[in-house]
């Protein structure tokens, strides 16, 4: 409000019902593909958590929906007529070239348009076809499947994924076979300490048989040996390949040592490692990304604060 602003596009913290941003009050709501995240304060099922997501429905405003699990599309669809809230199902957005990878981000595309489109239909704003398309095709989004540039040397390829839940990570995984089939790869992957890990190492190990274990540098990163502890507990098949790294250069490093000729690394398990390793690769290889990149800014921002003392304790 202070900075005057046209439109505000306001994102969720956690869930929605408690979030502090649920005082707001919108012209249109977008709620995304629900699955099982911040259990340990959204709750255990789909269902509980798609009520606290459908916290932000207001009463009588439009809501646009990606296709959810049948479960969590009830609770939606209920909550929605409690509100007399008008609830649409986006479809994924095809009218140009994303890009951005991955079904899942035409979906979120198709949110995004039928959204704007909305507000023109209230007479809240112009539309204009040709600049909504513009918008889209143009989109940069670092860490969401986003393969990293390649120096003139440099044979294997990096892409870097926020992935940190069960969904997501099959959600990368599936979109690297449609598009990288039969191509061997190594994981870089570290997780946050208030993530249900377990279904994550399952997925990761049953997909490539090499994996970099690091801890970035966030507050609540998980602890490489606690990783370790985690993996041991998995019924593993022989022939893996798990070591750590204590770095995110090293890591990479590590990873192309171990990966096939013929092969590339993932990095993911949580934003904060995607993001680092896109530093870390700024410093291999400075000058690959573009000048007015956010990398830049985030090599001058000061280190996070360590969590206090049983933070997060329930």
Request: net charge negative; aromatic share 4%; glycine share 8%.
């Amino acid at each position: 409000a202070e900075a005057g602003v046209d439109w505000a596009v306001v994102e969720v913290g956690i869930g929605g019902r408690l979030d502090s941003t649920n005082v707001v009050l919108p012209e249109v709501c977008g709620i995304t593909h629900i699955s099982k995240d911040h259990m340990h304060i959204l709750g255990d099922s789909l269902e509980e958590i798609a009520a606290e997501k459908a916290g932000i429905i207001k009463r009588k405003t439009p809501v646009f929906s990606a296709p959810q699990n049948r479960r969590a599309e009830e609770v939606l669809r209920r909550v929605a007529a409690d509100m007399e809230a008008p609830l649409s199902e986006a479809q994924s957005y095809r009218r140009a070239t994303l890009p951005l990878v991955g079904q899942h981000q035409q979906i979120n595309a198709g949110i995004a348009y039928e959204m704007v489109r909305e507000l023109h239909r209230a007479g809240l704003a112009r539309w204009d076809d040709q600049l909504v398309d513009s918008g889209l095709v143009h989109t940069r989004w670092p860490c969401r499947i986003e393969w990293l540039p390649q120096p003139a040397n440099e044979g294997m390829p990096v892409v870097v994924d926020c992935a940190h839940n069960r969904d997501s990570l099959e959600i990368l995984l599936s979109t690297l076979a449609a598009t990288h089939a039969r191509r061997p790869f190594t994981f870089v992957f570290g997780v946050n300490s208030d993530k249900d890990i377990g279904p994550m190492l399952t997925l990761a190990m049953a997909a490539s048989p090499r994996i970099v274990l690091v801890q970035s540098r966030h507050p609540k990163a998980l602890p490489v040996p606690d990783l370790r502890t985690a993996i041991g507990s998995l019924p593993v098949e022989e022939g893996r390949t798990v070591v750590a790294a204590p770095s995110m250069d090293a890591a990479i490093e590590t990873a192309r040592g171990i990966t096939p000729a013929d092969g590339y690394i993932v990095g993911t398990g949580s934003v904060f490692v995607a993001a680092e390793l896109r530093e870390a690769w700024n410093r291999l290889h400075p000058g690959l990304l573009a000048a007015d990149d956010w990398i830049h800014e985030a090599n001058t921002d000061p280190p996070l604060a360590p969590l206090p003392p049983g933070y997060g304790a329930t």
